[in-house]
């Protein structure tokens, strides 16, 4: 009864759209995997062997009913990637879901009463049954929902399937905020079995959908059945999505099951007559029949002259059944050992995951959100508040009991909600216990940073990265991983900075979901710069000392950022102020190794121009984007080091001067003691020397006659007051020479 499958992987984006769209990348992405790993192609072959073989073994009654009569149970896990915005779904909307799976899987929803003359005597009923485990890898009880803080819910592809478990034990769905520009026109995809088999892809293996649709236009039920190895009901000859009017523009399509007629598929938003009973591709549509216990022909079966629009694997958004024909394939593909399918069904993972244990009571994971990470204290101006909300999850919780440190406006509460300010500076420390008919469970947080908005810095102030001053400089590593900022023994000049360590020390493939830094940022805050000193109209710069590298050769391979923006309200809203990515970042170039900034010529000193900002108390945000090139490269970025950030009110041209501009040379610099200047070409002439403060105030002046190139010029150490940068003007007959000088 059922011909040959001809298969296509749908390796990404099996697409079932959120609205009316124009096209699905599953071609496309398609062809990128078989072009980088044509042994998918081989696959696909076993496969359908596999599937043909095991059809040809159900008798003729069996197929002549709905489907075979033994329930096939599947374990399901759900991950939650969330910010906690509206992607944090309820552990309810999951089980919801799941439910109405089940229902439209075993021709249990109630609108096949809907389903139009022709197909009523083919909706299938799979037996296929997706349960939640009640054990997890660990063997430790669990109600089959996992949850991560993660910004790649909103920059969401392969990468952010965190915490995967084993696809051969579970199926694993993940739940996201937005897909990333790449997947920008999907709701969701999964990956086919001939993929999935691959080792690469094994890490990705599962549904990845974004939250809206948890519960909508049977997304999950659509998804599942391309991760058994369905096909879209107009095949894969309609991928470029060109359409005309509701319905694709290339030749009819086949997904290769003999019920469900040919069809140009339908890209519509309901069940108009229009695509429910188009004939174009399916009138007198008639099939040899293929005895399966023999494999001998037999006769033609006429099937429905109309498409099957309301098939789960069409795109009508009016689906309401699988045919007879894609529930056997459904099975099939659980009956084969491609991707380990075959182990999710059986008695000993079922044991193992605890997939039929009646669902147990257990205690709830503590967790909670904030509104804001930075903030001032209160009792000055510009103090502002912090909600924290509880966000704890596997069971309902009935009491909250927090404490708050930092001089907390309210120090204890038991409310699920609690605002709050702090009238002390620092990092602020905030407990939750919640509790459960099942028990109890604690989380504690250091997250917010409480500043002084009053302690502002006057320009000429340096930040060096050591002592007591780290303190005052708040790193925040969002995303809890190996990607942040840390304090580094190296820097400009003195053997301490900041860097983002950026090194990615893994090789190969293995693992690279369970941890990656795209989407990923990381913040750290200045101290408050009082800069209204500074005439309005006169220059004003902020400064820094940066040093990076590529690990990758591949220019095109390097997309980290790093973003510079200042508030002047505490927090409450940030102005960017420069974007710099690429070259900018990587000082050095390429480096294969862990990079160390190695003497003063890896640094490059950055001027940007503030322009008419001249608030009381500005605090300055660094933030640092890695990147990662695409799925099949990681770790393109090295590490990055920032030092000497430093506002001045010099001439924008003054800050951005080259470490050592030719023909001119001081030595030592930095310096303890005296420096002597060298000019090259200048002989039997008198030069003027001036140098200057980072305020622009001019500390030496002086004259001296230069013989020939072995002159040295002096500056005494007394001509330098206090530590810092100084820029040296040398004044010849034909040109200004400038150079930086540093005073340890």
């Given at each position: 009864?059922?011909?040959?499958?001809?298969?296509?992987?749908?390796?990404?984006l099996?697409?079932?759209?959120?609205?009316?769209?124009?096209?699905?990348?599953?071609?496309?992405?398609?062809?990128?995997?078989?072009?980088?790993?044509?042994?998918?192609?081989?696959?696909?072959?076993?496969?359908?062997?596999?599937?043909?073989?095991?059809?040809?073994?159900?008798?003729?009654?069996?197929?002549a009913?709905?489907?075979?009569?033994?329930?096939?149970?599947?374990?399901?896990?759900?991950?939650?990637?969330?910010?906690?915005?509206?992607?944090?779904?309820?552990?309810?909307?999951?089980?919801?879901?799941?439910?109405?799976?089940?229902?439209?899987?075993?021709?249990?929803?109630?609108?096949?009463?809907?389903v139009?003359?022709?197909?009523?005597?083919?909706?299938?009923?799979?037996?296929?049954?997706?349960?939640?485990?009640?054990?997890?890898?660990?063997?430790?009880?669990?109600?089959?929902?996992?949850?991560?803080?993660?910004?790649?819910?909103?920059?969401?592809?392969?990468?952010?399937?965190?915490?995967?478990?084993?696809?051969?034990?579970?199926?694993?769905?993940?739940?996201?905020?937005?897909?990333?520009?790449?997947?920008?026109?999907?709701?969701?995809?999964a990956?086919?079995?001939?993929?999935?088999?691959?080792?690469?892809?094994?890490?990705?293996?599962?549904?990845?959908?974004?939250?809206?649709?948890?519960?909508?236009?049977?997304?999950?039920?659509?998804?599942?059945?391309?991760?058994?190895?369905?096909?879209?009901?107009?095949?894969?000859?309609?991928?470029?999505?060109?359409?005309?009017g509701?319905?694709?523009?290339?030749?009819?399509g086949?997904?290769?099951?003999?019920?469900?007629?040919?069809?140009?598929?339908?890209?519509?938003?309901?069940?108009?007559?229009?695509?429910?009973?188009?004939?174009?591709?399916?009138?007198?549509?008639?099939?040899?029949?293929?005895?399966?216990?023999?494999?001998?022909?037999?006769?033609?079966?006429?099937?429905?002259?109309?498409?099957?629009?309301?098939?789960?694997?069409?795109?009508?958004?009016?689906?309401?059944?699988?045919t007879?024909?894609?529930?056997?394939?459904?099975?099939?593909?659980?009956?084969?050992?491609?991707?380990?399918?075959n182990?999710?069904?059986?008695?000993?993972?079922?044991?193992?995951?605890?997939?039929?244990?009646?669902?147990?009571?257990?205690?709830?994971?503590?967790?909670?959100?904030?509104?804001?990470?930075?903030?001032?204290?209160?009792?000055?101006?510009?103090?502002?508040?912090v909600?924290?909300?509880?966000?704890?999850?596997?069971?309902?919780?009935?009491?909250?009991?927090?404490?708050?440190?930092?001089?907390?406006?309210?120090?204890?509460?038991?409310?699920?909600?609690?605002?709050?300010?702090?009238?002390?500076?620092?990092?602020?420390?905030?407990?939750?216990?919640?509790?459960?008919?099942?028990?109890?469970?604690?989380?504690?947080?250091?997250?917010?940073?409480?500043?002084?908005?009053?302690?502002?810095?006057a320009?000429?102030?340096?930040q060096?990265?050591?002592?007591?001053?780290?303190?005052?400089?708040?790193?925040?590593?969002?995303?809890?991983?190996?990607?942040?900022?840390?304090?580094?023994?190296?820097?400009?000049?003195?053997?301490?900075?900041?860097?983002?360590?950026?090194?990615?020390?893994?090789?190969?493939?293995?693992?690279?979901?369970?941890?990656?830094?795209?989407?990923?940022?990381?913040?750290?805050?200045?101290?408050?710069?009082?800069?209204?000193?500074?005439?309005?109209?006169?220059?004003?710069?902020?400064?820094?000392?940066?040093?990076?590298?590529?690990?990758?050769?591949?220019?095109?391979?390097?997309?980290?950022?790093?973003?510079i923006?200042?508030t002047?309200?505490?927090?409450?809203?940030?102005?960017?102020?420069?974007?710099?990515?690429k070259?900018?970042i990587?000082?050095?170039?390429?480096?294969?190794?862990?990079?160390?900034?190695?003497?003063?010529?890896?640094?490059?000193?950055?001027?940007?121009?503030?322009?008419?900002?001249?608030?009381?108390?500005?605090?300055?945000?660094?933030?640092?984007?890695?990147?990662?090139?695409?799925?099949?490269?990681?770790?393109?970025?090295?590490?990055?080091?920032?030092?000497?950030?430093?506002?001045?009110?010099?001439?924008?041209?003054?800050?951005?001067?080259?470490?050592?501009?030719?023909?001119?040379?001081?030595?030592?610099?930095?310096?303890?003691?005296?420096?002597?200047?060298?000019?090259?070409?200048?002989?039997?002439?008198?030069v003027?020397?001036?140098?200057?403060?980072?305020?622009?105030?001019?500390?030496?002046?002086?004259?001296?006659?230069?013989?020939d190139?072995?002159?040295?010029?002096?500056?005494?150490?007394?001509?330098?007051?206090?530590?810092?940068?100084?820029?040296?003007?040398?004044?010849?007959n034909?040109?200004?020479?400038?150079?930086?000088?540093?005073?340890?």
């Open positions: 009864m059922f011909k040959k499958f001809i298969l296509f992987v749908a390796l990404g099996s697409t079932f759209f959120a609205s009316a769209q124009n096209h699905c990348e599953t071609d496309a992405v398609n062809n990128q995997a078989v072009k980088k790993y044509p042994v998918i192609k081989d696959i696909e072959k076993q496969l359908e062997q596999q599937m043909e073989s095991y059809i040809k073994s159900l008798s003729k009654k069996h197929l009913k709905t489907t075979a009569d033994t329930v096939l149970y599947v374990p399901i896990v759900f991950h939650v990637i969330h910010t906690y915005g509206n992607e944090y779904v309820s552990d309810n909307d999951i089980y919801k879901c799941v439910a109405d799976i089940n229902k439209m899987y075993n021709k249990e929803n109630a609108d096949t009463t809907a139009i003359a022709p197909f009523k005597k083919w909706i299938g009923k799979a037996n296929i049954r997706f349960v939640f485990p009640t054990k997890d890898p660990q063997g430790k009880p669990t109600n089959g929902i996992t949850r991560r803080f993660s910004f790649m819910s909103t920059n969401a592809g392969d990468l952010a399937k965190f915490d995967q478990w084993a696809p051969d034990s579970y199926m694993n769905i993940w739940v996201v905020n937005k897909f990333s520009s790449d997947h920008s026109s999907a709701a969701a995809y990956y086919k079995p001939a993929t999935a088999a691959i080792p690469f892809f094994t890490f990705y293996d599962g549904i990845i959908t974004v939250a809206n649709y948890l519960n909508s236009d049977n997304t999950i039920s659509h998804e599942l059945g391309h991760v058994l190895n369905l096909d879209h009901t107009f095949g894969n000859t309609n991928g470029n999505g060109t359409q005309s509701i319905w694709f523009t290339n030749a009819c086949d997904d290769g099951v003999d019920d469900t007629p040919p069809t140009k598929g339908y890209n519509t938003t309901g069940c108009i007559a229009g695509a429910l009973y188009d004939t174009t591709c399916a009138r007198g549509y008639k099939v040899t029949y293929v005895r399966p216990s023999t494999g001998a022909l037999d006769s033609l079966v006429d099937y429905p002259d109309t498409c099957n629009a309301q098939n789960v694997m069409d795109y009508t958004y009016c689906s309401k059944m699988f007879i024909g894609q529930t056997v394939r459904m099975r099939a593909a659980l009956n084969s050992n491609i991707a380990n399918r182990n999710l069904i059986s008695a000993s993972n079922l044991s193992k995951t605890g997939a039929l244990a009646p669902r147990i009571d257990i205690k709830p994971i503590a967790d909670f959100s904030q509104s804001t990470y930075f903030v001032c204290k209160t009792g000055v101006p510009l103090g502002t508040g909600t924290f909300r509880d966000r704890s999850w596997r069971d309902t919780v009935t009491s909250w009991n927090w404490n708050f440190s930092n001089g907390a406006s309210v120090a204890t509460s038991t409310t699920s909600t609690v605002a709050n300010s702090f009238s002390q500076t620092g990092w602020a420390t905030a407990t939750l216990v919640a509790t459960s008919n099942a028990g109890s469970d604690t989380i504690t947080k250091k997250q917010v940073y409480v500043a002084d908005p009053a302690g502002n810095q320009i000429g102030y340096f060096e990265f050591s002592g007591a001053d780290v303190a005052q400089y708040p790193m925040f590593n969002y995303f809890n991983n190996d990607w942040k900022w840390e304090l580094a023994n190296v820097g400009y000049y003195d053997n301490k900075c900041i860097r983002y360590q950026n090194y990615d020390t893994r090789s190969g493939t293995a693992g690279l979901a369970l941890n990656t830094p795209e989407g990923d940022y990381d913040d750290f805050f200045t101290t408050a710069f009082d800069l209204s000193s500074t005439p309005v109209g006169s220059p004003l710069n902020l400064n820094f000392f940066s040093s990076g590298a590529f690990r990758s050769a591949n220019f095109d391979d390097m997309n980290d950022t790093l973003e923006a200042y002047a309200t505490c927090g409450t809203n940030f102005t960017t102020i420069k974007k710099i990515s070259a900018d990587a000082t050095v170039g390429t480096r294969s190794e862990f990079f160390v900034p190695q003497w003063q010529g890896d640094w490059k000193l950055n001027s940007i121009d503030l322009g008419n900002l001249r608030n009381t108390s500005v605090f300055f945000r660094f933030r640092y984007r890695p990147g990662v090139f695409s799925t099949f490269n990681f770790g393109s970025g090295n590490n990055f080091y920032l030092d000497r950030i430093y506002v001045s009110n010099m001439p924008l041209g003054v800050n951005t001067v080259e470490l050592k501009e030719k023909g001119m040379t001081i030595s030592p610099n930095p310096t303890l003691g005296n420096s002597f200047i060298s000019v090259d070409g200048v002989n039997n002439q008198e003027g020397v001036q140098i200057f403060d980072v305020t622009g105030k001019l500390v030496y002046e002086a004259k001296e006659f230069v013989f190139a072995t002159t040295k010029v002096q500056i005494p150490a007394d001509a330098l007051a206090s530590k810092g940068m100084y820029i040296v003007h040398v004044l010849t034909d040109k200004t020479l400038v150079q930086k000088l540093i005073k340890n």
